[in-house]
T-cell receptor, first 114, second 113 residues
């Protein structure tokens, strides 16, 4: 099993450019989510999804779009990148439900916006 | 919305000393999870606590869930250099019929050999 796969691992953008961070999981997890990690801020939830066609906002959704057309994939789109979006992004998935256990994380995507 | 806080933010210990990090939620949690992130790595699940007052051990690590299910702690006995990393607690914030997972800011542990 590959688990949670994120691409790209590294990306440099100019302000105003758009891009998509890809996330795929092969564990048939209903729940998928995106976090950003900044020094001293921990992991902040951007968007999450509890199944195909269902997405919702997390703590810091502004500037990001998501969609969930399949169970396996949950891409994160930056429509007009800003330097404040320089961060490490993690995709994570798990089974849905209140006490269903661990989040499985991808290896992260490091984004720099100049 | 729900807030999850952790203290301390940083901890430097001599190898062999004990270490404790504390986690507090602004709301009652149905469960709490702990994760470890090594420098340059991704968070890795350590454990989940569900019951009020629950205590679980993993070798030198002891996890507790408070009686009110609003706080938790992770204690490491006799730290080793392999314990270096950031420890996060996380809890579900329930929205209608499903929940999202909110993380605390983490405690970064350094171990001096």
């Amino acid at each position: 099993n590959a688990g949670v796969t994120q691409t790209p691992k590294f990306q440099v953008l100019k302000t105003g450019q758009s891009m998509t961070l890809q996330c795929a999981q092969d564990m048939n997890h209903e729940y998928m989510s995106w976090y950003r990690q900044d020094p001293g801020m921990g992991l902040r939830l951007i968007h999450y999804s509890v199944g195909a066609g269902i997405t919702d906002q997390g703590e810091v959704p502004n500037g990001y779009n998501v969609s969930r057309s399949t169970t396996e994939d949950f891409p994160l789109r930056l429509l007009s990148a800003a330097p404040s979006q320089t961060s490490v992004y993690f995709c994570a998935s798990r089974l849905q439900g209140v006490n269903t256990g661990e989040l499985f994380f991808g290896e992260g995507s490091r984004l720099t916006v100049l | 919305g729900q807030q999850v806080m952790q203290i301390p933010q940083y901890q430097h210990v001599q190898e062999g000393e004990d270490f404790t990090t504390y986690c507090n939620s602004s709301t009652t949690l149905s469960n709490i999870q702990w994760y470890k992130q090594r420098p340059g790595g991704h968070p890795v699940f350590l454990i989940q606590l569900v019951k009020s007052g629950e205590v679980k051990k993993q070798k030198r690590l002891t996890f507790q869930f408070g009686e009110a299910k609003k706080n938790s702690s992770l204690h490491i006995t006799a730290t080793q250099t392999t314990d270096v990393g950031t420890y996060f607690c996380a809890g579900p914030e329930k929205k209608t019929s499903y929940d999202k997972v909110i993380f605390g800011p983490g405690t970064s542990l350094s171990v001096i050999p």
